[in-house]
Nanobody
Framework: VQLQASGGGLVQTGDSLRLSCTTS????????LDWFRQAPGKERIRVAA????????YYDESVKGRFTISRDHAKNTVYLQMDSLKPEDTATYYC??????????????WGQGTLVTVSS
């Protein structure tokens, strides 16, 4: 399973970015794709997740109300819309895949990461 994350960049405080994670149609039909981030010197944390049936979402407390995870089935893509960005959101963002039947999810595949830098 290959995951291609994109959309990172350098922005200013208060700006928005949308990250994308794309995979094959075969993988997309079998795996849940969720978002993690790792800031310099810190552990990787899960920031956003959506279950297979799309009736439950999870957001880390630090991003609640500002980030939104969504899916585009036609494009085999999961998005992370990030609004009101803060310098503490600076991190490398990763998408990860968990087989859809696993609850809680166990992530077997990881994308290469996309860097988000928020300047103050």
């Amino acid at each position: 399973v290959q995951l291609q994350a994109s959309g990172g960049g350098l922005v200013q405080t208060g700006d928005s970015l949308r990250l994308s994670c794309t995979t094959s149609s075969r993988a997309y039909s079998r795996y849940v794709l969720d978002w993690f981030r790792q800031a310099p010197g810190k552990e990787r944390i899960r920031v956003a997740a959506m279950n297979w049936s799309e009736d439950k979402t999870y957001y880390d407390e630090s991003v609640k109300g500002r980030f939104t995870i969504s899916r585009d089935h036609a494009k085999n893509t999961v998005y992370l819309q990030m609004d009101s960005l803060k310098p503490e959101d600076t991190a490398t963002y990763y998408c990860a895949a968990a087989y859809f039947t696993l609850d809680p999810p166990t992530y077997s595949y990881w994308g290469q990461g996309t860097l988000v830098t928020v300047s103050s």
